[in-house]
């Protein structure tokens, strides 16, 4: 009690009047504070006093030193805004990305219902009116239907319309029981019986044929027969009456034998081939490039080639080194051609579209083959037993195989991705490989057209010319990135990356590469009209040969001679070295 006493008569100073200052006093009072930020009434003042003034917040402060009202708050930022921007709109309006969007007064059916009638019968009801009952549009109508809409049409009407498409129905069918026939009719196979028996909406639509066609149809008819017919098959290639012209002496000598019999004479084997190093003969008889050269099988005293003048011709080589006979029966440049195992056949493709399976010894055409696509790789299964199997590249991606025999394709392979340019037997002609312009290399079984090993890399290049190695471990690739690569032909095929064979200019040109029959050298023509020697073991280059004015496309080894080389270029001659 004595101490409330005391501060009841504190002065304004805090001090007891009565008291001495000698006298013990009690603890001032210290003054109060507010932790509350001082705030600037300033401009909720100015707010107040002039409702015109809404300056929006500016949205990158990061302090407000004023109390804002609720319209600043939300008042849109000022200036061209995009309307993703976060505060094109204020964020608190949103609810939709452009801004913000109210649901429909009006329900989605409601309006379907509405919007049909009204293209149906010319007549809504009125949106805008609140009672619902006033309508809109063609208001005759709407007295006449009694307002129905397309939704609610009533039970007498369906029932109504049910009746009269029966009637319909059935006098169609009155009316075809005068023409129909009772077998007709009793017939499944027959319209009439269909449309006497018919149980759902689709049964009994066909027609009756047309009788007569307008000259328009005809047309039409004709033209899609005549396509179809050139799908089916026959040949889609130029035809070309076959000619073939002998050159030679005689065809038979004195002993009845024919020109095309092997000399007796000739060596068995060649085993250990060498370099050739000058020009022994040059063949000319060709108006235009020679696309490819191939020797007779086995013993080469015979020389094929394919000439861009449409012609092929085959050469002798052993003796007088004449040509022999002229093949003419194709109308463009014969592109590839193969010899059959015992030489007495070949086959030639050319861009006329057509391969065609000659009689090497008589010139006749045995057979033609097309599929109305350009093939660019022409092989006859290396088995003897299979030489009626024919293998083509096709501008068209496929490979297609023939049984000549019969005349028919017999398998499609239809994997690659652009035009088919080698096809190479391996692994005792069980698979084959091919390379195309999509610079891969796939690799098939024989008569399964299902790609068992894929090789593309993103390095890799187109390789138009592919060669087996003597030994068949191996293949050569001509590459367009001007080196030749090995592969192995084991079942990994694998890229063998310490053999690379380069230093020639091929890249556009599709040279053919080769081997020695011995395998110990590899060979290839090149741009410039240089044949290239390559040791097999060391990879090194061993001799060039200045062959060809312009390209030297083709190369190959004599099969017995042990250094003999024929080339042959664009400039239209075939050498012998």
Known sequence: MDLLQNY????????????????????????????????????????VANQTLSKPIDPVQHAVAFNPTYDQLWAPVLGPAHPYAKD??????????????????????????????FHKYGYAADPSASAGNNYVGD???LEKTNGISVYNIPQHEQKKRKIEKKREVTEEEGNGDDVMD????????????LMKNRKSPWAGKKEGLQTELSEEQQKYAEEHARKKAEKAGGEKGEVVADKTTFHGKEERDYQGRSWLAPPKDAKASNDHCYIPKRLVHTWSGHTKGVSAIRFFPKYGHLILSAGMDTKVKIWDVFNSGKCMRTYMGHSKAVRDISFCNDGTKFLTASYDKNIKYWDTETGQVISTFSTGKIPYVVKLNPDDDKQNILLAGMSDKKIVQWDMNSGQITQEYDQHLGAVNTITFVDNNRRFVTSSDDKSL????????????????????????????????????????????????????????????AGHIVAGYACQVNFSPDGRFVMSGDGEGKCWFW??????????????????????????EQSKVATCGWDGLIKYW
Not at 93 to 105: D, I, P, Q, S, W
Request: glycine share 4%; proline share 7%; net charge negative.
């Open 8 to 47: 009841d008569e504190l002065d304004e100073h805090g001090q007891n009047p009565n008291s001495s200052p000698d006298s013990s006093s009690p603890p001032r009072l210290l003054p109060s504070k507010s932790a509350a930020p001082k705030v600037d009434d300033t401009m909720l003042a100015l707010t």
């Open 88 to 117: 094109g709109i204020a964020q608190g309006m949103r609810n939709h990305k452009l801004g913000f969007v109210e649901n429909a007064a009006i329900d989605s059916f409601v309006f379907d219902e509405q919007y049909n009638t």
């Open 139 to 141: 208001l005759d109508t």
């Open 182 to 193: 009772q077998e007709e009719v009793d017939n499944p196979a027959t319209d009439a019986w």
């Open 442 to 501: 796939r690799v098939w079984e024989f008569g399964i057209p299902v790609v068992i090993k894929y090789i593309s890399e993103p390095h890799m290049h187109s390789m138009p010319a592919i060669s087996l190695h003597p030994n068949s471990n191996w293949l050569a690739a001509q590459s367009l990135d001007n080196q030749i690569l090995i592969y192995s032909t084991r079942e990994r095929f694998q890229l063998n990356k310490k053999k690379r064979f």
């Open 535 to 560: 040791d097999w073991k060391s990879c090194k280059v061993f001799r060039t040969l200045k062959c060809h004015e312009g390209v030297c496309i083709g190369c190959e080894w004599h099969p017995l």
